[in-house]
């Protein structure tokens, strides 16, 4: 079993394609939707109602991409970037402890949505709670609101989704409230940013990929509690800082 723990309806879609495709998948949704910008037929829509429609959008999603279960958890923004409550961190270590997950796709904590990486140390946070046995064997922080192309070649998870655009295309199609704000383009740049990334990847080799998403390897994290997470995005920041010193 994989599991993609994300922060809003469509997120899972955007960064976990890869897992989608492999099947066996299961998605948590841990916030309500409410407060995304409002356009087109759904301009004068309230909160409320703007939540039920995303509710159902991501149901929608679930049933295309065949996903084993869906969680939608509810939470507001706030809570979930609230750093002294336990809620959703208890939530999601309650779904983990019931499925033998492998992979567990997240947001990265290099994302510059603020909720998104608040999801993704609550995740860190539920699985350091896990007995070591029971823990999944990888964490993977994915792309959504910033590309990980600045990372280290050497750092970069590299999960091919050449084979799943159809797919991909499919399941973010059906979010036709963010497809109101955004125009097309919602649609277009999640799967333009893969086949950039495939395109761009080696500069001096031909690779058969033609998608991929990147995403940071954040398991280390998860087998070892003492690790501090700061330093350890930091330190590849520091990496990404000594390579464009070389070539200056």
């Known amino acids: 079993m994989n599991l993609g723990i994300f922060a809003h309806q469509d997120d899972t879609e ?24 409002k356009a087109g037929r759904f301009k004068n829509h309230t909160d409320a109602e703007l939540v039920a429609v995303r509710k159902q959008e991501q149901i929608r ?16 923004s706030s809570v979930v970037k609230d750093k002294t409550s336990n809620a959703v961190t208890n939530d999601i270590l309650k779904i983990l402890s ?10 990265n ?21 896990m007995p070591k046995d029971k823990r999944p064997k ?3 922080g994915c792309e959504v609101w910033r590309s ?21 295309k ?37 690779d058969d990929l033609t998608h991929v998403t990147f995403a940071m ?4 994290l998860i087998q070892n509690e003492s690790l501090d997470i700061k330093e350890f995005v930091l330190s590849h920041i520091d990496s990404f800082k000594k390579s464009v010193l070389v070539n200056l």
């Open 148 to 168: 990980l192309d600045w990372l280290d070649d050497n750092d970069k998870v590299i999960l091919n989704t050449s084979t799943a655009q159809q797919l991909g």
């Open 14 to 37: 955007f960064a976990a394609l890869h897992g989608i495709a492999r099947g066996k998948f299961s998605a948590v949704i841990v916030t309500d939707g409410a407060g995304s910008p």
């Open 217 to 220: 390897d954040l398991t280390p």
């Open 170 to 206: 499919d399941l973010l199609n059906v979010f036709e409230s963010q497809i109101e704000w955004f125009g097309n383009n919602f649609v277009n740049a999640g799967l333009g940013r893969q086949l950039s990334n495939a395109t761009f990847l080696n500069s001096h080799n031909i």
């Open 138 to 140: 990888k964490l993977l």
């Open 61 to 76: 999603a679930a049933k295309i991409g065949k996903y084993v279960d869906c969680h939608q958890l509810g939470y507001s």
């Open 109 to 129: 904590l290099a994302d510059k949505h603020a909720t998104h990486v608040a999801v993704a140390l609550k995740t860190i946070q539920a699985i350091r709670q």
């Open 98 to 107: 019931k499925s033998k997950t492998e992979i567990v796709y997240t947001h």
